[in-house]
Each structure stands twice: as structure tokens, then as C-alpha cells.
């Protein structure tokens, strides 16, 4: 009975971080038709940027918080400029190719630059919050864990709210769906992919801060996260927001469950056979819609 | 090579590569660079030369097997270093546990790699284009992480396996010998290559790459094509790793991951994605820079990242389709009477509808992707 509570809580933790990483990949392949690569680099910017802002400076966690988040999301939007901006449009190449590649270049160029100012070696983050929280005898979170939930399932309802309400959210959408038809009605198409890229980038830093306690900060600290938010993308589907939501919590729990039932270092290759059966039988995810194998 | 004759193949006796449009193979230039290659190790400065170059002629092997399904299949595999490594590992343990000749190792390395690529491409090659790549980059990180847990001491974990003796050459002469077995190698594998994509598997392979609902109304079955094509692509990357532990004498998970992923897509794109010599002479571009940069390891992969960055966004398409499109617009310069767009087949005369038809379909881009 511990062992399921104690899957379960961390299913809600596990699965909140890395549908917050994995929505991002998601908004960016549904506007831009580009798999960023660059995803899993954001995260570890986001932890990077937030320990240096407590570690080296003193700031406050909360303050490092919002700063590594808006340092992602410029980075994202600097990446969109430098290394994507320029191949949309152009005759004789394959984009989606092309794009990947160029993302791919922008990450290993970030990581590498990190690892030559700050080195390889792992950095504590202090846990935002301290203590444990006992839930039944025996079943205990910390509070850090409660507050990685919480705040990722807030960002989550927040950029909801955003793409359904907003005058902005609404263009990413429009674009998403039918690029002619929103540049038709008057959307700035490439503001819309600016937009996208940032915001994309800069969940994925709030995700590193967040992260940073668990996983200590290192330059490769994204490449985990990113392994992940892959097989979450593959396995709902890409460019359907509310299958990722669910398709995070699902590997989520499969990953808690293994770690816990059996050892963590076979939770990544049973995840995968997992993956490998699911599109056997499904190929385009959970969610994903045949329609994107486009001629 | 193939069980699958395509349907024109049928209709037409004679396979002609030129009539289809490939452009002619120069004879010449390959001779003399094989020339230089065979001769390198009396002219090369030092140990480090050599030793790079046989590393040199090890990736080659291993881009252009990547370069077949990437550049020519136009599957996103980017999961090849997997089989590169299972190719490496598979040597390794042949040669510490069986007693065979290393010169078996190599093929059994193939094998493995090919058998177990042919498993793979049957999930990765129900999806298309990015979900590919997601499944094949995924199965290579979870091949390096089970290598790396592995406690049962037979791969070594985290510090690869050592210890076995490769070739078992000695003395002066050893690297030299090495160096030259990576070269027949490399040099088989382009061959190998070069027959492939002019024969009729490979026109259907690159008709299905550039055209797939053309391709399969025309009979090209996208499945067991590309199954044939993943399988020989794994064998020559297995091939490429089984050599590689030989020479080197050791197989560990550096092989693969993000950075030896980032230094071998970057010498493919740098060189020119299908094309037969792009990954040669990227590979020799980039290789060299990067023993120029082997102090400063940080600044090489940041600099390998910028390089890659680069041409990508300049010239798309690499190096060696870009020189061969500004020599094909000097050559039109020089005799202006010819449009440089035009291709020779139509000057010829058409012997028979479909088959010319085909020639019309197929040529412009045989034209663009075997440009040399």
C-alpha cells in the first residue's frame, strides 16, 4: 500500500516535469513543424542560470526562479533568429531536416559553451523549500516535491489559459492549425514562431530550476529530461497539447512504477519497449493524427 | 544486392545508369586521391597523423553507412551510432572470449548490427520523417545507458571493454598495417555504395525519398525497400565499429551519445548528405581540424557546433553539391550555347516512352543528389 501511494506521488511529480518539458517540443513542432533538440539545453540554461544567480550572487531562489526562466526563453528566441528564422521558406531544402539539424548545432554549441565557463563538475541547488512532508507512516514527499507539482501544474493551467484566451495564445493556435488561413486573417506568422520558441524554452528553464535539487546542476544535466520529453512526444503524438499532458503522466507512472517495483536503471529500456509496442499498434501516438505523414 | 527489382527494371532489359542521368564517375580524380591514401602513411609527419587518418578511414565507413539510409534512403535514422557501437562491442567479445580470428570478428560485428537494425526497422519504419528520428535516437540512448549499467561485467559499464588484442600487429609497422585494413575497408564500403545507389534498389530508394506517393504508384515497396536498405546500412556500421575495436583495441560507450552523434552528422552535412564523396571529404575536413583542436576539448565541440551551424544555414545541401553546382554554372559560362540546367537524356533520342518517362522523373534528381 505504501509502495502504490508512494508511486503515485511521484507519478504527480514525475509527470508534471515532464509534460512542462514536453509541451514546449510539442507548441514548437505543432507552429513550426521543427523538433527542437535545443529543448533539453534549455533545462539544463534554466538550472545553470538559476544556480549561478544563488550560488555565486545570493539572490534569492524565487528571484534566480523568474530570471533563468525569462534567460531561457531570450535564448530560445535567439536560437529562433540565428538558426531557424533564415531556413523557413527557402526552395530545394527539406525544413523539417534542415531545422532539426540546426537546433541539434544550437544545443551542442550552448551545452559545450557551459561546460567550457562552468566545467563538467555537478553543483548542489539548495531544495527551494526544506522538509519533508509525511503523507501515511512510512509514505513521505519533500516539500520541494509538493512544490514541483504545484508549480509545474500552474504553469501548465497558466499557458492554457494563454493559448485559449489571449490575443497572442489565439495567433500560436491559429498558426498552428492552418498557416495560410491565419496569415489570411492578418497573423504575423513569424512573430507567432518567436512567440512559440520563447515561451517553449522558457518552460523548459522553469523545468531546470525546478529539477536543479534532484538532479544537480551539470551541462548535461537536459540530457535526461530530454530522452524523456522524446518518448513522451513519440508516445502522444506530435503537436497535440492535451495527449502530452496525458501521455506525461502515463510515462510518468510507468517510470515511478519500475523505479520503484523493480530498479530505476531499467525504467528508461522498459519505457522504451513500452514505446516500441504502443507504436507498433498505434503509429502515431496516443493522440497524434495520421494526417501529419503529408506527402 | 536486392530481391526487389523495381517494375521499370522489368520493362527495361538493360539497366543504364548514364541513360538514367547519373552523372559519370571521375575516374581520374578517384584514382590519384586512392593514390594519396594508399601512400599516406611514408608521407604523413607523425604518429598522430597516422593514427587520426586510420581513424579518419574507420568514420568514413561508418558516415557513408549512415549517409545510405539518411542521405539516400531519406530515413531519419539517427540512431546509427548504436549499431556502430553493437558492431565495436561485438568484436570486442569475439576477441575476449571466443578463439577467432579478429578477421571473423568483423563480419559477425556486421551481422549483429544488420539483424538487429532489420528488428528495429520494423517499428521505426511504420512512422515517418521526425517520429523516426525521435525512435531511433532513442533506442541509441537506451542502448548506451543499458551499457553503461550493465554490472555483469561482460561490457566493461561506464569504462568500456579493454584488454583484448585487436589484429595483434606489433611493432613499427602496426599502425601502418591498421591504417591500411581501415582504408579497404572505407574504400569497400563507398564501392559498395556507389554500385548500391546506381542500381535499381538504390533509383527506388531515391525515388521514394524524394517522391513516396509517386514512387510507390510506380511499385516501389516503401517497407521491404527500406528494411533491405536499414539492414545493409547496419552491417556496414557494425562493420565500421567490429574494425574500429580491432584497431583500437577497446570498445566503450563513448562511442556513442550526443557529442560523437554532433562530430558525425556534422562531417555528413558538411560534406553533402547523398552524395558519394560528401561524408569522405567531410570527414577528412572535419577530423583534421579537430586533431589541430585536440588541447582544448571544450572549444572543440563548440567550434564543431558553430562549423555545423554554419553550413547548414549557408549551404544546406553541404559542401560538395555546392562546389559541384558553381562548377556546373562555370562550365556553362564557358560554353554558353547550353542552358545549365539542361540535362544531356533529353538531347538523346527516346527509344521507348516508359522507360524515357521514368528517365524524366528520376533524372533531375539523380542529377542533384550524385552530383560529385
Redesign the interface.
Known amino acids: 500500500m505504501n509502495l502504490v501511494l508512494q508511486t503515485l506521488v511521484s507519478t504527480l511529480v514525475q509527470g508534471s516535469m515532464l509534460a512542462l518539458i514536453t509541451i514546449g517540443m510539442n507548441l514548437v513542432?505543432g507552429t513550426l513543424r521543427v523538433?527542437n533538440m535545443a529543448q533539453g539545453v534549455m533545462v539544463m540554461v534554466g538550472g545553470i542560470a538559476a544556480w549561478t544567480f544563488v550560488a555565486n550572487l545570493g539572490w534569492s531562489p524565487w528571484l534566480a526562479m523568474i530570471l533563468a526562466m525569462v534567460i531561457a526563453a531570450l535564448l530560445g528566441m535567439l536560437s529562433y533568429a540565428?538558426?531557424i528564422s533564415?531556413?523557413i521558406g527557402?526552395a530545394?531544402?527539406d525544413f523539417?531536416?534542415?531545422a532539426?539539424?540546426?537546433t541539434?548545432?544550437?544545443?551542442?554549441?550552448l551545452?559545450?559553451?557551459v561546460?567550457?565557463f562552468y566545467g563538467p563538475r555537478q553543483k548542489d541547488f539548495p531544495a527551494l523549500v526544506p522538509g519533508r512532508l509525511q503523507i501515511t507512516e512510512g509514505v513521505s514527499i519533500t516539500w520541494h516535491q509538493v512544490l514541483t507539482a504545484v508549480i509545474a501544474i500552474a504553469a501548465l493551467s497558466a499557458l492554457g489559459v494563454f493559448l485559449a484566451k489571449s490575443r497572442y495564445g489565439l495567433a500560436i493556435v491559429a498558426v498552428a492549425q492552418n498557416l495560410d488561413a491565419a496569415r489570411l486573417m492578418g497573423i504575423p506568422a513569424r512573430r507567432a514562431y518567436v512567440l512559440t520558441m520563447g515561451l517553449a524554452a522558457g518552460l523548459a528553464g522553469l523545468a531546470g530550476v525546478l529539477l536543479a535539487p534532484v538532479y544537480f546542476v551539470s551541462p548535461?544535466m537536459g540530457?535526461l529530461p530530454m530522452?524523456q520529453a522524446?518518448?513522451v512526444?513519440?508516445f502522444a503524438g506530435?503537436g497535440s497539447t492535451r495527449g502530452t499532458i496525458i501521455a506525461a503522466y502515463i510515462i510518468g507512472f510507468v517510470q515511478a512504477a519500475v523505479s520503484i517495483f523493480w530498479t530505476s536503471?531499467?525504467a528508461?529500456?522498459v519505457l522504451?519497449a513500452l514505446?516500441?509496442v504502443v507504436?507498433?499498434a498505434r503509429?502515431?501516438?496516443i493522440a497524434g493524427k495520421p494526417q501529419?505523414?503529408r506527402? | 544486392m536486392s530481391t526487389n527489382p523495381s517494375t521499370a527494371a522489368a520493362a527495361t532489359p538493360r539497366w543504364d545508369a548514364k541513360r538514367l542521368g547519373w552523372p559519370r564517375p571521375r575516374l581520374g580524380i578517384a584514382a590519384v586521391a586512392l593514390l594519396v591514401a594508399i601512400v599516406f602513411p611514408f608521407v604523413s609527419p607523425d604518429r598522430s597523423w597516422l593514427s587520426t587518418a586510420a581513424l579518419v578511414m574507420i568514420t568514413i565507413t561508418l558516415a557513408q553507412s549512415w549517409n545510405l539510409v539518411l542521405g539516400y534512403g531519406g530515413v531519419w535514422n539517427f540512431g546509427q551510432l548504436a549499431f556502430y557501437a553493437l558492431g565495436a562491442y561485438s568484436a570486442g567479445i569475439i576477441a575476449t572470449y571466443l578463439p577467432v580470428s579478429p578477421w571473423v570478428a568483423i563480419p559477425i560485428g556486421g551481422i549483429v548490427s544488420a539483424v538487429i537494425a532489420l528488428l528495429l526497422s520494423i517499428p521505426v519504419l511504420r512512422l515517418r520523417g521526425i517520429y523516426v528520428s525521435l525512435l531511433t535516437f532513442g533506442f541509441a540512448e537506451v542502448v548506451r545507458l543499458l551499457i553503461i549499467a550493465d554490472q555483469s561485467g561482460v561490457t566493461g559499464g561506464s569504462y568500456g571493454m579493454s584488454g583484448f588484442t585487436g589484429f595483434g600487429f606489433s611493432g613499427e609497422n602496426a599502425l601502418k598495417i591498421n591504417y591500411w585494413i581501415g582504408l579497404g575497408v572505407a574504400l569497400l564500403t563507398t564501392l559498395v555504395l556507389f554500385a548500391l545507389v546506381r542500381s535499381p534498389l538504390g533509383n527506388g530508394m531515391i525515388a521514394m525519398r524524394d517522391n513516396p506517393a509517386l514512387a510507390s504508384a510506380r511499385g516501389v515497396g516503401q517497407r521491404t525497400y527500406q528494411m533491405v536498405i536499414f539492414a545493409i546500412s547496419g552491417f556496414f556500421a557494425g562493420v565500421a565499429g567490429a574494425v574500429y575495436a580491432n584497431v583500437f583495441e577497446v570498445a566503450s560507450p563513448t562511442l556513442m551519445g550526443l557529442g560523437p552523434m554532433t562530430l558525425i552528422v556534422t562531417m555528413m552535412v558538411v560534406g553533402g548528405l547523398g552524395t558519394i564523396t560528401g561524408p569522405i571529404i567531410g570527414t577528412i575536413l572535419i577530423s583534421f581540424v579537430q586533431m589541430q583542436l585536440q588541447d582544448v576539448p571544450e572549444v572543440r565541440f563548440v567550434a564543431l557546433g558553430i562549423v555545423l551551424l554554419i553550413v547548414i544555414l549557408a549551404m544546406p545541401r553541404g559542401l560538395v553539391p555546392f562546389i559541384s553546382g558553381l562548377w556546373a554554372r562555370f562550365e556553362f559560362w564557358m560554353n554558353e550555347d547550353q542552358d545549365w540546367t539542361d540535362d544531356d537524356y533529353e538531347d538523346e533520342p527516346e527509344p521507348e516512352t516508359r522507360s524515357s518517362r521514368r528517365a524524366q522523373t528520376e533524372a533531375p534528381k539523380a542529377e542533384r543528389t550524385a552530383s560529385r
Do not use: C, H, K, W
Open positions: 513542432y523538433l540565428v538558426g533564415r531556413l527557402r530545394g531544402i523539417e531536416m534542415t532539426f539539424i540546426s541539434f548545432a544550437i544545443a551542442s554549441i551545452q559545450n559553451l561546460q567550457l548535461n540530457d530522452l522524446l518518448i512526444a513519440i506530435l536503471t531499467y528508461m529500456p522504451y514505446i516500441v507504436l507498433i503509429p502515431y501516438g501529419e505523414a506527402l
